[in-house]
């Protein structure tokens, strides 16, 4: 495993609002809300599709909690993002993901909070972003997530590695 992959932690209690980032994409025409389970086939061919069967194995499980912790952006009745929390591990926020073409800081914080304060509003004091590998920088400069040294690898070993790995 390389070094990028790395865990992050994110305090909860000290977290930006998210509504008005929510309010603002709403009037661009862009809902985030929780997905709900009779759209799972759905949301989850989706995430397959325009990422990975890893992350659509995550999504799933998310459908399986109480409440389900999938959040959706769509747009046009059409979905353009998703965020995941408790999918892999408790206390997880990930995977999350936006088409590459509606990719925009506004839409991935607002993902991002909208999950983060779901887990806050659970109970959880952090949230732990597991391995993320592209996105550090979003993640210190939208909730202040600052590394876990010594969490390379991670929960990510030891994996079945399939043809999207």
Known sequence: MTSNMIDMLVKLY?????????????QEGIVIRTARAYEKPIVLAWVEKHFS???AGECDAC????????????????????SCHEATYKGFFGP??????????????????????AMKNMGYAYAIIGGPTTAVGFYEKVVGASPIEG???GIYVDRLVGSDS
């Open 53 to 55: 069967s890893g992350w």
């Open 151 to 153: 969490s390379n690898p």
């Open 96 to 117: 999350i993901g936006i088409l590459p073409e509606i990719q925009g800081e506004d839409l991935g914080s607002a993902l991002l909070l909208t999950s983060l304060h």
């Open 14 to 26: 000290n977290l930006p609002e998210v509504l008005t980032l929510q309010e603002k994409l709403l």
């Open 63 to 82: 459908f399986a909690n109480s409440p389900v912790s999938v959040n959706i952006a769509t747009k046009n009745g059409e979905i353009i993002g998703f």
